[in-house]
C-alpha cells in the first residue's frame, strides 16, 4: 500500500478539502453490539457513507439521505458468514451476509470495481445490460450465460432475481424511489456514490464494497492508492502559473442540457484540474436540467466543449449536424471540441473509482505544460 509522507498530506488536506471531512450521524451504533470491541470508524471522506467495523467480523454501513441529511436512507450489518448473528438489533438494521456470494448489480460502474476487486464470480445478474461496454467483462458472462439479465433497473424481474438466488441488489438510488419492492430475504443495497461532493468521497465507496465481497485488504490499497494520486496531481496544479479556460461539458438531450451541479463531484474535479465551470456556484450534488438558450448565456464563450457519448464519436460535424446552433459556439469555432466514446473508453466506470485517471486526461487537457508526453485515455480532440 501506497503512503503519503506528511508534508503531502498537509497540503493536499489544503488544496482537497473534502480529503479531511467525515460524516457521522450520532446514531448511536455502540448500542446495536453489545460486548464488541472499540468500534473502529472506516471511512473518513464520505457525506453519505459511514462504515463501523466492530472487530468481530461484523461492520455497520450507515448511509445518510442524499435528498435529506436529517435521516438516514438505509442501514446495514455486514456480518462475517462464521460469525454468531448478534441478537435484537433494531428494526431499521437490513443485515447482510459476508462475503456475499450472489449479487445482482444495476450498474457497470460498481460491477468494474468488484471485478478489479477480484469478485466478480459473486456477480449472478446485471440489469440494463445493453448498457455494459462490449469490452466489459460482464459482457463476456452474459454472452457464456454465466450472467442473468434481469431487465431494466427501473422495473427489474423480481422473478429472475428470484431464481438467480439473489442476496443483495447493488442499485444506485433515485429520489423517491422505493425499496420494499424486493422480496423478505433480498437485501437492496442504496449505492449513493454518484451523489457525493468529491471525487475522493466517491472513491471511498470502494471500501464498502471490499467489505460486502470480503476483500477489504484490497479495497484499502486501491483507495490508498487512489488518494495518493490524485492528491498528488491536484497539488501539481494548484501550485502551477497557469491561466484558467473556460469548460462545457455535454449537449442538449430531447430538449434537456444536462450539467453538473456545482457542488457535484465532477464540478469539483473540474475545479481541481484547473478549469473555470460556469455553473461552480450553483447547489446540489447531482445534474442541472437547463435549456440551450440558459446554457448558450452562461458558456458561449468557453473555451473548451467536453462531450461525452455511448456508440459514436462527437465531432464539430456531428454537433452542428445535431443542432446548427451549436455552431455558434465559441470552443465549436476554435475546434475545441473533446470527444469520449464511452462506450469504447470506459470513462463513466473509471471516475467513479479510479477519478485520479480522468483527472490527469483534465489537465493534460487543460494545461498541455503540466502533462509532458502524456497520451489522453478517454478524451479525443475531434478538430474543426
Request: proline letters at 5%.
Amino acid at each position: 500500500m501506497r503512503t503519503l509522507p506528511c508534508l503531502i498530506i498537509a497540503l493536499a488536506a489544503v488544496a482537497l478539502p473534502g480529503l479531511s471531512s467525515c460524516n457521522r450521524n450520532g446514531s448511536g451504533v455502540d448500542d446495536i453490539i453489545v460486548g464488541a470491541a472499540t468500534p473502529d470508524t472506516l471511512t473518513h471522506h464520505c457525506h453519505y457513507l459511514t462504515l463501523v467495523d466492530f472487530g468481530n467480523g461484523t461492520t455497520l454501513a450507515e448511509i445518510t439521505n442524499p435528498w435529506d441529511s436529517t435521516r438516514q436512507l438505509a442501514r446495514y450489518l455486514l456480518v462475517d458468514r462464521d460469525s454468531a448473528m448478534p441478537e435484537q438489533l433494531p428494526a431499521d438494521v437490513s443485515v447482510i451476509r459476508t462475503p456475499v456470494q450472489n449479487a445482482a448489480v444495476f450498474s457497470a460502474v460498481h460491477t468494474s470495481a468488484i471485478n478489479e476487486l477480484g469478485a466478480i464470480g459473486a456477480v449472478k445478474s446485471v440489469a440494463d445490460a445493453a448498457y455494459f461496454p462490449k469490452n466489459d467483462t460482464v459482457c463476456a458472462l452474459l454472452a457464456q450465460g454465466k450472467v442473468t439479465d434481469v431487465g431494466t433497473s427501473e422495473m427489474p424481474s423480481v422473478e429472475r432475481l428470484a431464481a438467480a438466488g439473489t442476496e443483495v441488489v447493488l442499485r444506485s438510488p433515485m429520489q423517491g424511489a422505493n425499496a420494499a419492492s424486493f422480496p423478505t430475504g433480498m437485501v437492496a443495497v442504496e449505492m449513493a456514490d454518484y451523489l457525493e461532493t468529491s471525487p475522493i468521497s466517491r472513491a471511498e465507496w470502494i471500501l464498502l464494497i471490499g467489505r460486502l465481497f470480503g476483500k477489504d485488504a484490497e479495497a484499502q490499497t486501491i483507495f490508498s492508492d487512489v488518494v495518493a494520486d490524485y492528491s498528488d496531481l491536484a497539488l501539481k496544479v494548484k501550485l502551477a502559473d497557469k491561466t484558467t479556460p473556460k469548460v462545457l461539458t455535454e449537449t442538449e438531450v430531447s430538449g434537456v442540457w444536462y450539467v453538473p451541479a456545482g457542488k457535484s463531484y465532477q464540478a469539483r474535479m473540474l475545479a481541481d484540474a484547473g478549469a473555470s465551470y460556469p455553473w461552480s456556484d450553483t447547489d446540489g450534488t447531482g445534474s442541472l436540467a437547463l435549456s440551450l438558450e440558459s446554457v448558450a448565456e452562461k458558456a458561449m464563450d468557453a473555451d473548451m466543449w467536453l462531450v461525452r457519448s455511448f456508440g459514436y464519436e462527437t465531432t464539430p460535424a456531428t454537433l452542428k449536424a445535431m443542432n446548427p446552433r451549436y455552431a455558434a459556439f465559441k470552443a465549436w469555432k476554435d475546434g475545441e471540441v473533446y470527444s469520449c466514446n464511452s462506450a469504447e473508453r470506459l470513462i463513466f466506470n473509471d471516475m467513479a473509482f479510479h477519478p485520479e485517471k480522468i483527472l490527469a486526461d483534465y489537465v493534460a487537457i487543460f494545461h498541455p505544460e503540466l502533462m509532458p508526453g502524456y497520451e489522453l485515455k478517454y478524451f479525443r480532440k475531434t478538430g474543426k
